[in-house]
């Protein structure tokens, strides 16, 4: 076994699987491919070793040189060279004579053969035996789909398994000094990211310097710039040569979007980004990214979804610098920083059509349509691209790309109040408030400290949060903007509800209510109403009380005025919310039925759309209600999906709901929905 060799036992397998399809009277021919340094040479030859005997008249083995400097080997040599080892004395000169002689020669033998290296099927299809009994595996960097004409079955090589990587790492250095030295290696292995040539170039590299520490390696390969050379031993093949062998058989146009796609600020690629990189019609970007998955030079991890293997990347990154111009860099992040732009807008325009939102400027305004048509679309998308598009906000800041900055962070929105992504939330408006202000632009710095507020409120930063909302109130009222006053207002109103502090907290909101009645604004109206009846159902609850004339009945009118306010301005969601709390009032004024109709109703509503955050709320709501009115079992359902949904957001109320889970069995236990106040979910909402 090679000393590189290890972990391939499921890769063996399946191509013993493989062989076992083909029917009886077929040739077999398998395509094992993967991109540079993934180990096919050392797999299929592994398993050829393995089948020796299934194959008495022999063995061949061929380097097709794909990726040569020399350029591709002539499939007339390599059938030459075939023939004379089959013990054939005189090859034919004309290539039609010798093709029939090698069809001939081995229309009855048992052979197997290795063609190495392969850059096209056309490459490979000369070669192809004439008996039956043989077999021919073909490994390559491109997948050569061609060849399934001819009945090829294919196996993609993988990665390694970490375990997999060290085990070869301790081939080459000794057990000892892995045991010695156990973090420095796991970290040498993860950052050669699986990719077995990677692995043994480190293993080698280290062995020669016996008594250097491995984390001096780890050092040179977390230098993102340097991590290519430093996976390089003299006299071996390096990676970054691997690499660029590949990357120079591409067309220009391919090549030129390996570059660009590497330069981007994304990890997750699709053919609509792959246009805008490279301003082409989107047929012509999805065709050069199928010739990139062919090379092997980038992955398909889904429909329409691609990334690029770590080290591939910073050898593609390396080539964008060096081949991309400074002024062709600057554009293509920004055409696709206004991509991100448009499409997070439209995105805004369908989850929250009724948001007040600012003007959006563009420097390359996009023509490609959407990825998405509905509201579920959109969430899906703001959501998986997330991390990418928190990249673009964090370069446009970078590149002092003021305008695109703050437009971004307000487009993204939905994302942040429906999804609950805090730490994205307080950074993105951060940057958003700084660019506004660079910008000069006072009504977007007001944007920004408000909706920024309302994330550092419902991050449970209150204090940060008054700040905030002080700071946009003093503006807008310098401003003469009533709108934007009544807002800091509110949300003053929310952060001092939130802080325990419920006089300050009427009074911030009674005078929000005041503000936006006299411009006429009944949306704002009713946000506020639906806080107020908040601290009056938290004063009922507190109270165990839901009599005539109580707090639950005027946190019942509350919700009940915001409700009819927002279904008649078409606002669907803050709706369901004050939907939702009319259902929790109900409850405590003894109408359990009504509680429970519409709190599902609201859940209905949050679960279409995607917030998981209200889903969690309503679901602890009804679970409340349930324990009251002497339901446990219903209560416990309840519960347990409330305790699930708030565990990938609030691991906080998530414990608090396990609690009142743990307390189900003590029916002398009364109920506390709310708990500890630093712990309550929250979502004073936006205007």
């Not at 120079?248 to 990189?277: G, I, N, Q, S, W």
């Not at 004063?539 to 165990?544: L, V």
Request: charged share 25%; aromatic share 6%; net charge negative.
């Amino acid at each position: 076994m090679t000393p590189h060799f290890t972990d391939r036992e499921n890769d063996l397998s399946a191509l013993a699987d493989l062989h076992g399809r083909f029917p009886e009277l077929s040739t077999p021919l398998i395509v094992v491919s993967g991109p540079a340094g993934i180990g096919k040479t050392a797999l299929v030859s592994r398993w050829l070793r393995g089948m020796t005997e299934r194959f008495p008249d022999g063995q061949l083995y061929a380097d097709l040189r794909g990726h040569s400097d020399t350029g591709p080997a002539a499939p007339g040599d390599v059938m030459s060279q075939f023939l004379r080892a089959l013990g054939v004395g005189e090859v034919p000169r004309g290539l039609g004579e010798r093709a029939a002689l090698w069809r001939s020669v081995t229309a009855g033998l048992h052979i197997s053969i290795m063609l190495d290296n392969v850059l096209s099927a056309a490459q490979a299809r000369a070669l192809l035996p004439g008996g039956r009994p043989s077999l021919t595996v073909v490994t390559s960097r491109y997948r050569l789909t061609g060849l399934r004409a001819d009945g090829a079955l294919y196996h993609e090589l993988g990665l390694l398994e970490q375990d997999a990587a060290v085990e070869i790492l301790a081939r080459g250095i000794g057990a000892e000094r892995v045991r010695r030295e156990g973090g420095a290696v796991h970290q040498v292995v993860s950052l050669c990211a699986g990719l077995p040539l990677a692995v043994c170039l480190a293993s080698a590299r280290l062995a020669s310097r016996p008594r250097q520490p491995v984390r001096t390696m780890v050092e040179a390969l977390e230098q993102d710039r340097g991590r290519l050379a430093a996976l390089a031993v003299e006299g071996e093949l390096s990676v970054y040569a691997a690499l660029d062998e590949s990357y120079a058989v591409l067309t220009p146009e391919a090549a030129r979007l390996y570059r660009r796609l590497a330069l981007l600020p994304a990890r997750e690629l699709d053919a609509r980004l792959a246009a805008v990189a490279l301003d082409v019609p989107l047929g012509e970007a999805e065709r050069l990214l199928d010739v990139l998955v062919e090379a092997n030079l980038v992955e398909d991890t889904g429909p329409d979804a691609y990334r690029f293997h770590d080290l591939v990347r910073l050898h593609a990154e390396e080539r964008g610098r060096a081949e991309e111009s400074p002024a062709a860099r600057e554009e293509t992040l920004r055409r696709v920083g206004d991509w991100h732009l448009r499409t997070a807008s439209a995105a805004q325009a369908l989850l929250s059509p009724i948001q007040f939102t600012l003007g959006r400027t563009y420097a390359y305004e996009p023509a490609l349509s959407c990825p998405f048509t509905d509201e579920s679309g959109a969430l899906t998308w703001l959501e998986t691209r997330r991390a990418d598009l928190m990249a673009t906000v964090r370069t446009a800041d970078e590149k002092r790309w003021d305008k695109l900055a703050w437009q971004l962070v307000d487009a993204l929105w939905p994302l942040f109040h429906r999804l609950r992504y805090y730490d994205l939330w307080i950074e993105a408006h951060e940057i958003g408030r700084r660019a506004a202000r660079r910008d000069g632009d006072r009504a977007a710095e007001r944007q920004m400290l408000n909706s920024g507020a309302i994330g550092l409120n419902a991050a449970g930063r209150t204090d940060d949060a008054i700040d905030w909302f002080t700071q946009s109130l003093r503006a807008a009222r310098e401003a003469g903007d009533t709108r934007d006053e009544g807002q800091a207002l509110l949300g003053l109103g929310a952060a001092h509800r939130e802080a325990g502090r419920f006089r300050e907290a009427a009074d911030h909101l009674h005078r929000s209510i005041s503000t936006w009645q006299a411009a006429g604004y009944e949306r704002g109206v009713a946000l506020a109403r639906i806080i107020l009846g908040e601290i009056a159902l938290e004063d009922a609850e507190r109270e165990r009380s839901g009599g005539a004339g109580g707090p639950a009945e005027r946190a019942a009118e509350l919700f009940s005025q915001a409700y009819e306010a927002l279904v008649a301005l078409d606002d669907p969601y803050d709706a369901a919310r004050a939907l939702a709390f009319s259902g929790r009032a109900s409850a405590l004024t003894g109408t359990y039925d009504t509680a429970a109709e519409r709190l599902g109703e609201a859940l209905r509503f949050f679960a279409s759309a995607g917030s998981a955050h209200w889903q969690a709320r309503v679901s602890e709501m009804l679970g409340t209600c349930a324990r009251e009115h002497s339901l446990p079992d219903t209560a416990r359902e309840h519960w347990e999906r409330a305790r699930n949904l708030y565990a990938s957001q609030s691991p906080s109320n998530a414990r608090r709901v396990g609690d009142l889970l743990a307390g189900l069995g003590d029916t002398s236990r009364p109920v506390d929905p709310a708990g500890p106040r630093e712990e309550r979910p929250t979502d004073p909402s936006e205007s």
